[in-house]
């Protein structure tokens, strides 16, 4: 007979050095960088649709060829108000398979047309999968903006998502919009902006002043000046960096020439996200490890960065 004896790690620090994914697996962490529509578990969604979703098996050299290809290989299956809300369920499963305890996801505000033009429906759409599919899991409903819509047609639909006092952050992906921001932060909501994946520094901190952002998409081209990552220190303007979305979008040459580092060193609170995982083929544990084995960190370093994407903002 043979005695199988289950070894339990004790730490996350190692489950880094044992190369441990299941164990990795086993910890909680956070993913704060994460588009339900890209965020999905794959095996899930082939059990579910019968259609499997390779990721991409080398860089691309723009947003537009990822666009083109997540309109190819993952538009179709998502199309309508059912395929949204599969694509969210299909998230918060990747999430329980990654062992993410606090998820900030949600919807593009535009979704609404699929739903009768009504935010509330929606909504209770999104909270009832939550509630069936992973209630374990601290989901931090979000609400998202896409640079592709004209600003009076946000305006229209972000307004009713706001009065159901449910979403906690917003998140734009494109260009600088005031006034849909004021918006946001009077109805208490944390703001989150894609802005620093690529330009200049500089960038960073004018969209950081200018929508009066608590958190930054990506952000890492603040990296570039002493003085924009200091201004990021002092006020505690966290990162949600996504280090394998970044390579495999050209932004930086390899992960062992990731800025996260600098970041990290110069006082920038950053976490550890996944972006697209039905993109780029990365849950949040192999994230952590592609940073580990890339020697960018230590293990105590990145146990750091796991709990403080597990705390309140703030703390």
């Known amino acids: 007979m043979v005695l199988v004896i289950a070894v339990t790690m004790t730490s996350f620090q190692e489950a880094l050095t044992t190369g441990d994914l299941e164990a990795r697996r086993s910890f909680p962490k956070s993913d704060l ?35 083109e290809w997540v309109a190819e290989h993952i538009g179709p299956l998502f199309d309508g108000p059912r395929g949204r809300l599969t694509a969210f369920e299909a998230t918060l499963v990747q999430a329980q398979h990654d062992g993410v305890s606090r998820l900030e996801v949600g919807e593009d505000v535009w979704a ?7 935010a509330e429906k929606l909504t209770r759409e999104l909270i009832s999968i939550h509630a069936r599919a992973a209630p374990e899991i601290e989901w931090i409903p979000q609400l998202g903006m896409s640079r592709h819509c004209d600003i009076s047609s946000l305006i229209k639909w972000l307004e009713p998502f706001l009065e ?18 004021r918006m946001a932060k009077e109805a208490g909501l944390r703001l989150k902006a894609h802005v620093g994946e690529w330009g200049d520094a500089d960038s960073v901190w004018r969209a950081v002043e200018q929508l009066e952002l608590d958190e ?41 020439a990731h800025p996260i580092r600098t970041l990290f060193d110069a006082g920038v609170l950053v976490t550890i996200n996944t972006d697209d995982v039905l993109v780029f083929g990365h849950g949040v ?10 020697k960018l960190f230590d293990a105590d370093e990145l ?13």
């Open 33 to 67: 960088h994460n588009h339900a529509f890209g965020g999905g578990n794959r095996a899930w969604i082939a059990r579910m649709i019968g259609h499997d979703i390779a990721p991409l098996d080398s860089p691309l050299s723009s947003m537009a060829q990822m666009h």
């Open 112 to 118: 609404i047309k699929l739903f009768d033009g009504n």
């Open 164 to 181: 159901l006092g449910v979403y906690r952050t917003i998140d734009l992906s494109g260009d600088e919009l005031a006034q849909l921001y």
């Open 216 to 256: 930054v998409q990506h952000g890492i081209a603040a990296a570039g000046s002493a003085r924009v990552m200091r201004f990021l220190a002092d006020n505690k303007i966290r990162l949600n960096i996504c280090p394998t979305s970044n390579v495999m979008l050209g932004r930086v040459d390899s992960l062992a």
């Open 285 to 294: 544990s192999e994230e952590f490890w592609t940073l580990f084995d890339a």
């Open 303 to 315: 146990e750091s960065i796991r709990l403080a994407g597990l705390a309140d903002p703030g703390q």
